[in-house]
């Protein structure tokens, strides 16, 4: 069975960087980042194709975040640069078994069907 761990969580002040890292196993497929925060719901923040050829981002995270991945190594990662207090939350990574590339809905919950324990990104402004 597929899992999903993920790490490089932290507490950062505004205007810092992070990179989150998404081990896991299996062959390369579709893959997201979601963020979950207390009384929201879990929103998609970034996603990737199998390959690594397709990526798309939240508009808030545009210009700030970026994410790739290691098929090689099985990880995918999220940099995120100029953290903002807003990017505050538990942060999830997903991914949808046998499908390369969910779409242009890829920033439903629903689309992904295995998923990591998260790890918390705490931004002080």
């Known amino acids: 069975q597929v899992q999903l761990q993920e790490s490089g969580g932290g507490s950062v002040e505004a205007g810092e960087s992070l990179t989150l890292t998404c081990a896991g196993s299996?062959?390369?497929?579709?893959m997201a980042w979601f963020r979950e925060t207390p009384g929201k719901e879990r929103e998609g923040v970034a996603a990737?194709?199998?390959?690594?050829?397709?990526?798309d981002y939240i508009d808030s995270a545009k210009g700030r975040f970026s994410i790739y991945r290691d098929n090689a190594k099985k990880t995918v990662n999220l940099q995120m640069y100029n953290l903002k207090y807003e990017d505050t939350g538990m942060y999830y990574c997903?991914?949808?078994?046998?499908?390369?590339?969910?779409?242009?809905?890829?920033?439903?919950?629903?689309?992904?069907?295995?998923w990591g324990q998260g790890t918390q990104v705490t931004v002080s402004s």
């Open positions: 997903a991914l949808v078994t046998d499908v390369c590339w969910v779409g242009s809905q890829w920033y439903l919950p629903s689309k992904f069907n295995v």
């Open positions: 990737i194709s199998c390959s690594g050829t397709i990526t």
């Open positions: 299996g062959s390369p497929t579709g």
